[in-house]
């Protein structure tokens, strides 16, 4: 009996270890609402803004939580290349940021998830010349937008990941002088598409390459969940400019809009589990075989 019990324990552990090698570990979160890195002209037009709001990051164990938001962003950069030259400039202003992280791991077994999410309010941004009012008249790229919001998640445990994510733009729009942008991005009235599917390339043309709900699973566009490690970043909009043409010079950089990041990661269970499980069975294994035995006066035993 003491055997078949310890056989049975043992099938039973080995069911457990195969089917639960391995816990949800560890978990992270993090997000900002805007980042901005920008220059030409030899840098003596340049504009680096954030990100914003900063450390919003969360990294589980222990489980937790953070928001934080920035009231509003009004910046400018302009440069005179030469005495009778326009002035170039870089115009940014927003209302309110938002950010936000979450994470449930604490170290328990079973599901947990990590998330997080961005929003800008009422977004200018006009790369241009400056009229004589120091305002930008004649605009070479215009992006602006209502409310412009990202998210990201991963849920689940090891083995079974799963990652979501997406964006949402109100009322955005965007222009680019002498580029067309792709009508699959535009909606009524040439507003950018409020539900954009994910890495949606509006705009890949001089120098400037624009993606609307840019999103990474492990690092890769398209990409997936591997069964230890699960990790999905958002960008609602994503502005690249690599050598893009500006009055005689050349732009690089980018403008990131709603950046969403989580992840969740397995460990393996920790080797004194199974060791003492092997250790149980080891000694009932050693007890059934050192069991004595009694032998009665028919010559049996029992």
């Known amino acids: 009996m ?3 019990s310890a056989g049975a324990l ?5 069911g457990i270890q195969g089917a639960a090698a ?7 979160a993090s997000a900002h609402a805007l980042e901005v890195g920008l220059s030409a002209f030899s840098g003596n037009l340049s504009l680096s803004v954030g990100p ?3 450390g919003v990051t969360v990294t589980a164990p222990p489980a937790g939580s953070k928001t934080d938001s920035v009231v509003s962003v009004s910046e400018q950069a302009s440069f005179m290349p030469g005495l009778l030259s326009s002035t170039f ?5 927003t209302g309110v940021l938002n950010a936000a992280a979450e994470s449930t791991v604490d170290g328990t077994p079973g599901p947990h998830s990590s998330s997080a999410s961005a929003s800008v309010n009422d977004l200018d941004f006009a790369i241009g010349t400056l009229n004589l009012l120091g305002l930008i008249s004649s605009a070479m790229v215009d992006l602006s937008a209502g409310t412009i919001t990202s998210n990201a998640s991963v849920t689940g445990t090891p083995g079974s990941f799963v990652a979501s994510g997406g964006a949402v733009l109100e009322d955005a729009s965007l222009s680019v002088a002498d580029a067309s942008i792709l009508g699959i991005g535009l909606g009524l009235g040439g507003n950018l598409v409020a539900n954009p599917d994910p890495n949606l390339v509006i705009l890949d043309a001089l120098g400037i390459t624009v993606t609307l709900n840019r999103q990474r699973i492990n690092g890769v566009a398209g990409g997936s969940c591997s069964a230890s490690d699960c990790h999905i970043s958002v960008d609602a909009i994503a502005l690249e400019f690599s050598d893009y043409l500006l009055g005689g010079s050349l732009l690089n950089g980018e403008l990131v809009v ?5 992840g969740l990661s397995a460990v ?11 250790g149980l069975v080891a000694m009932l294994g050693v007890a059934g075989r050192g069991r004595p035995t009694w032998k009665t006066l028919s010559g049996g035993s029992r």
């Open 22 to 28: 391995a816990v949800v570990g560890a978990g992270s």
């Open 10 to 14: 043992l099938v039973a552990l080995t």
């Open 268 to 278: 393996p269970l920790p080797a004194a589990v199974w060791l003492f499980g092997s």
């Open 2 to 4: 003491l055997a078949l």
């Open 89 to 93: 400039a870089i115009d940014l202003a």
């Open 52 to 54: 914003l709001p900063a």
């Open 258 to 262: 709603g950046h969403s990041e989580a």
